[in-house]
């Protein structure tokens, strides 16, 4: 069994599957780009295959320091899966990162049998079964559900705490933006391509609407085909246009608002706290919107084709009078993208996004507070409140008996995050798992069991580990079958039924 992010060194070369163009957009290669920033700020280099040509685009990868290599293969195909796994054996490229929605489950298991680790960049679970080494979903907040189907080694990178953001906006770490009583510059950015032209409906609603001494500056993507047709819609001096930006952070600063398309944008546009109306122009943009608006930093129109120009109107011209819901949106957007994205999943890939240290007397305290939390005395065989004293005695007896492991697990901020214990007998071990509340529902919990027990395995002469869960308790339950631990059946507890599973040690 492969522990979670256990590479033990990031290799010089990562290769980075994505396409772009009028139909797909740009915004796979883009975020693309801002993990490739990361892997060169970690000492890498990126090298981007790519079955598509956009010279453009290819132009701002090459400026950047990134290398393109051209695939002439179908996208999906098996020969690109071939191609692909091919130039990464040729590079000694360790990790394949593969952004866009035609890599589906035959491709992620031809490029994994070809020897290549495997990063998937996901939207909304749109393979049958993944394969992959690392699942990546920025819009996910810890929800797994889309990922059900999965290796035992898999890890999820769920939500936007992995938020991938460009080394352009982080140079704006710091900066506070002045929310004003009138909103009087707006920005519009419907995507790289925009195929359905959905600029000009949103520049026609503009037109059409009754605000005063507005400003707007329309952003289109070097793959978009309707620039004569924009052309007719801004005559006027209210609208200025700026084609294949490269300084999108100063617009997004510029504007007091934002009407933009529900894709990877949103992600930036939260981070510059620039509060939007978005537009869902794709099916896979579902997620992002709805993720935008429950945690409060945008508004969700829905899908274009089914907005009518008034409906945009109205909602524009409300939240450019809202000062206080201007203010309350730009707050949630840096709550939500702190832009450590890109340095969390390269430090993932070279094995460092968790640890495990071994647990000491000066746990004692943490280690109580865990143990007494409401939700883990619920779960617990035995539900009662655990003395301090008790406590301290039960700590020092598991630390002086050399046939328990224990570990403290903790993030990539060195944040102590929960603990995992081995109880061994003989060739077979009972662990324990729990998390610190504040972490609960981000899929750290899987997480720490599959790199507790490939370490274990690592360490020890064990050949399985057994686990043990009340019935009831179909979150733990989740967490060791996703970690790759089988069924076996229910048993007794303390008098209480509990769901027994297995992990045998990998042949």
């Not at 191609?83 to 489950?105: K, M, N, P, V």
Request: net charge neutral.
């Amino acid at each position: 069994m492969n522990s979670v992010c256990s590479v033990p060194s990031v290799a010089k070369n990562l290769v980075i599957r994505a396409d772009a163009g009028t139909e797909i957009g740009t915004g796979h290669v883009m975020r693309c780009l801002a993990l490739a920033q990361g892997w060169q700020d970690a000492g890498g280099h990126p090298i981007f295959a790519m079955a598509t040509e956009v010279p453009n685009l290819e132009g701002r990868l090459k400026s950047e320091g990134g290398e393109v290599v051209h695939l002439a293969v179908k996208p999906g195909s098996a020969e690109d899966a071939t191609a692909t796994a091919s130039l990464a054996q040729e590079a000694g490229a360790t990790w394949i990162a593969a952004d866009g929605y035609r890599f589906d489950t035959r491709y992620q298991r031809m490029v994994k049998g070809r020897g290549a680790r495997l990063l998937m960049m996901d939207d909304y679970g749109h393979a049958d079964r993944y394969h992959a080494d690392v699942i990546l979903n920025q819009s996910a907040n810890g929800n797994e559900d889309f990922y059900e189907k999965i290796e035992s080694y898999t890890s999820l990178l769920l939500g936007p705490r992995y938020a991938l953001l460009r080394r352009e906006f982080l140079k704006w770490q710091g900066w506070s933006r002045k929310t004003p009583e009138v909103g009087r510059k707006l920005l519009v950015t419907l995507g790289g391509s925009d195929p359905d032209n959905v600029t000009r409906k949103v520049l026609n609603a503009i037109q059409t609407s009754d605000i005063r001494n507005l400003e707007v500056k329309v952003v289109i993507g070097p793959s978009n085909p309707h620039e004569a047709s924009l052309a007719e819609a801004v005559h006027c001096s209210l609208f200025t246009v700026h084609r294949s930006v490269e300084n999108i952070p100063e617009l997004m600063a510029w504007a007091d608002l934002a009407i933009s398309a529900a894709g990877s944008t949103c992600w930036e546009l939260a981070f510059m706290r620039l509060p939007a109306l978005l537009l869902v122009v794709a099916d896979n943009q579902n997620c992002v919107a709805d993720r935008l608006e429950v945690a409060g930093a945008a508004i969700n129109l829905g899908r274009q084709s089914a907005v009518s120009p008034l409906e945009i109107s109205r909602a524009l011209l409300r939240l450019l009078r809202d000062r206080g819901e201007r203010e309350a949106m730009a707050r949630s957007g840096r709550n939500l993208v702190d832009g450590e994205g890109a340095a969390r999943v390269v430090k993932c890939l070279q094995g460092g996004e968790m640890e495990l240290r071994p647990a000491s007397v000066d746990d004692c305290w943490l280690l109580w507070k865990w143990a007494n939390d409401s939700e883990t005395r619920e779960v617990s065989f035995s539900p009662e409140s655990i003395k301090w004293e008790d406590h301290v005695k039960w700590l020092e007896s598991k630390l002086g008996d050399p046939g328990c492991v224990f570990w403290v697990a903790s993030n990539g901020e060195g944040t102590s995050i929960g603990q995992v214990r081995f109880d061994v007998d003989g060739g077979e071990a009972i662990i324990s798992v729990s998390v610190d509340k504040a972490f609960r529902n981000r899929g750290y919990g899987n997480r720490i069991i599959r790199l507790a027990c490939g370490k274990v395995f690592e360490t020890a002469r064990i050949g399985s580990i057994h686990a043990y869960v009340k019935e009831g308790n179909y979150g733990s339950a989740k967490a060791f079958f996703k970690a790759g631990f089988k069924r076996s059946g229910i048993c007794m507890v303390k008098g209480q039924k509990a769901f027994h599973f297995v992990l045998e040690r990998p042949r």
